[in-house]
């Protein structure tokens, strides 16, 4: 086991976290969100006005 | 974290709009100057390297007319997903759905096309430091990996980063033209190395279809509309000095280049500014033209990442794909579940498939996508005249701009069958079994008259 | 004559999930078929060269400087580590191609836009009916 062969595993490792990372927040973020909230954007809102920022049920990470 | 939050009195979520003309700028740069670093000069292999500054003015002249007119549709089409916002309001469902899909693939498969070289990059550093059984993989995975993060994380972050990557890999190609002494004939010796038409004007033709590589991606600054702060001035602004930045760059790039090295090796080159800067002697160039590479390579896959979760998620949110893509993260109000759906695709290509034909297949998408351009702004002179509707920008000439577009398409249509004949092939079967699905089975499923979103007046003819 | 407004079905779950495969089962056929029917081709070609000293592949002095600095040699094997570039040089593209193919090629090219440009105009009349009310 080498330098470069470490480094390929730590690519590897990263790459999982990351991946796993976005999983987890998507399915944490579809539970704790409605349906109809999360898919309420429309096209073509120039003016800012009617969209919000939803209150944050999570704390930040 | 149990209790839904729903939306109250019309609450809604909408992308972030955060971004300036600096984050266009960089948008439509960052994924094409990585055309400089490599394939632009596959152009020479197919036709010499006066073939190939012959096609790449004209594939220059292209793109002029494909930004002018983009930045006039688009700077009232203000909408994610840019050409295919276009397409549903000008031209129909079909030719949007359609749109949509060349757009994704084009940007997906370019950014696979940019985790393999840097994958292959890395090896080769590797190799070099003298380590045997290297491996390309564990690097392709990642490069896709923390690309779709950062952009799962916000678009401000995302599109700095790439400014940033963008801004140093230009500044080193600049370096790079000043360290050769474009003046003198001490480095630079085109006199004994350019050595006419070995294809003859055939050559010229075919060198077409590389020369796209120059430029291919511009028109992506138009998925940013949701997200600057001020669409009608940052869009036309960023397009049009992108496009400035493009033709110079590519300029000093085939000067450098076919200055500096054989024509039979230049076609064949993986990676034509880093060989080059070896060529100059000096290991301070060559680390600068090396970290250019990795970095416009990861500048192009992220903004290519951006792109294309931006066509999937508006597409989703007329429901033209499962509406579920058309969901933005109430926290970072991104387009998550288009970013991690597309990553897996991203990584079948970028794994399985040679880059050649990853590459092709961008190349034909984005060669569709134009074609389209052409006819699309005849038919929206021809349904809001000017005057109608408020433009931010008005290209001038019209419509020669439209009718040059149509021909150069023509041409590079011809290019790419000069060799890639089957893959245009497949791809259009491809393009027309898609079609066929939408037409009879998915657009079921999409509102009629609520997909039209401008509050524009009714076209003209209906 | 107002017509009463288009309402969608909502798609279940799993129809979401179906139509999703579809998709990539169909960009990934049209990606790996050609090359797994042996279709693919660059048109490449090698050359014959008869001579393979620098003089007789055509390169003069300059182009021979570059060449061996960028580790490539004469002659056709590999010397003292250095590739030859005899084989780059052989390369070539054929650009023979036929007039059928080439004319089949535009056809279906020009078909698809046609078809697409048509259909589009059908549902777009629609669109526009429902959204702007059918009262001319």
């Known amino acids: 086991m080498n330098t470069f062969a470490l480094l390929e595993y730590s690519a590897w490792g990263l790459s999982i976290l990351l991946g796993l990372w976005m999983l987890v927040d998507m399915f944490r973020t579809d539970r704790s969100y409605s349906e109809d909230l999360l898919t309420s954007s429309r096209e073509g809102e120039i003016e800012d006005a009617s969209a919000v920022d939803p209150p944050q049920k999570r704390g930040a990470r | 974290m149990t209790a839904e939050t729903s939306p109250a009195n019309g609450e809604r979520i909408s992308l972030l709009r955060v971004l300036g003309p600096g984050h266009v700028w960089a948008l439509g740069v960052g994924i094409v100057l990585v055309g400089e670093y490599m394939g632009w000069n596959f152009a020479v292999g197919k036709g010499g390297a006066i073939a190939a500054l012959i096609a790449c003015w004209f594939a220059g002249l292209l793109y002029t007319c494909v930004a002018m007119i983009d930045s006039e549709v688009t700077s009232t089409v203000a909408a994610a997903g840019g050409q295919y916002a276009q397409a549903k309001h000008i031209v129909g469902p079909l030719m949007a759905f359609n749109v949509g899909l060349y757009l994704v693939f084009a940007y997906t498969m370019l950014e696979a096309a940019n985790a393999i070289t840097l994958g292959h990059l890395v090896q080769t550093v590797g190799a070099m430091a003298g380590f045997e059984n290297t491996n390309d993989k564990p690097f392709i995975v990642l490069t896709i990996m923390f690309l779709a993060w950062l952009n799962y994380r916000g678009v401000y972050t995302t599109l700095t980063f790439s400014l940033v990557i963008t801004a140093f890999a230009f500044v080193s190609i600049c370096v790079l033209f000043f360290a050769v002494q474009p003046w003198s004939d001490v480095y630079i010796k085109h006199d004994q190395l350019l050595t006419g038409l070995p294809y003859g004007w055939l050559g010229v033709l075919a060198a077409l279809h590389f020369g796209m590589w120059f430029y291919l991606g511009i028109e992506g600054t138009t998925q940013a509309a949701e997200e600057v702060r001020s669409p009608a001035r940052a869009l036309p602004l960023g397009t049009m000095t992108g496009i400035i930045t493009l033709l110079i760059a590519a300029t000093m790039t085939w000067y450098i280049c076919s200055g500096l090295m054989p024509w039979e090796y230049l076609g064949q080159s993986v990676t034509p500014l880093f060989d080059a800067a070896r060529l100059t002697n000096s290991t301070l160039l060559m680390v600068l033209l090396f970290i250019g590479t990795i970095f416009s390579a990861l500048a192009s896959a992220n903004c290519c990442i951006n792109d294309a979760s931006r066509a999937w998620f508006s597409m989703g949110r007329d429901h033209y794909l499962p509406q579920v893509f058309g969901a933005v993260h109430p926290k970072y109000r991104t387009p998550y579940r288009s970013i991690v759906f597309l990553v897996p695709v991203a990584l079948v290509f970028a794994y399985f498939a040679p880059l050649d034909r990853v590459i092709t297949f961008s190349i034909l998408s984005g060669l569709l996508e134009y074609t389209f351009m052409a006819f699309s702004v005849i038919l929206f002179r021809r349904k809001w005249p000017l005057g109608t509707i408020k433009r931010g920008y008005v290209h001038p000439f019209h419509p020669l701009p439209a009718v040059m577009l149509l021909v150069l398409c023509a041409a590079t249509y011809f290019a790419v069958f000069l060799g890639y004949g089957t893959q245009l092939i497949a791809m259009m079967v491809f393009y027309i079994v898609a079609s066929l699905w939408f037409a009879l089975h998915r657009y079921k499923y999409v509102r009629r008259g609520e997909q039209f979103a401008m509050p524009w007046p009714k076209p003209v003819g209906y | ?136």
Request: negative net charge; aromatic residues 14%; proline residues 4%.
């Open chain 3, 1 to 136: 004559m107002a017509k009463a407004p288009y309402r969608p079905p909502v798609q279940s779950q799993i129809g979401q999930i179906f139509d999703t495969l579809f998709l990539l089962a169909l960009v990934l056929a049209s990606l790996f078929a050609p090359l797994y029917l042996g279709l693919a081709g660059s048109g490449k070609t090698t050359v014959e060269l008869s001579d393979t000293s620098w003089a007789g592949m055509k390169q003069n002095a300059t182009m021979q400087a570059q060449w061996e600095k960028l580790g490539y040699t004469d002659g056709t094997e590999a010397k003292d580590g250095r590739q030859p570039a005899s084989k780059l040089i052989a390369t070539r593209f054929d650009y023979d191609f036929s007039f059928v193919e080439l004319a089949a090629s535009a056809l279906v090219v020009i078909a698809y836009f046609f078809i697409v440009f048509y259909w589009s105009k059908k549902e777009y009349r629609e669109v526009i009916d429902e959204r702007f009310g059918n009262s001319e």
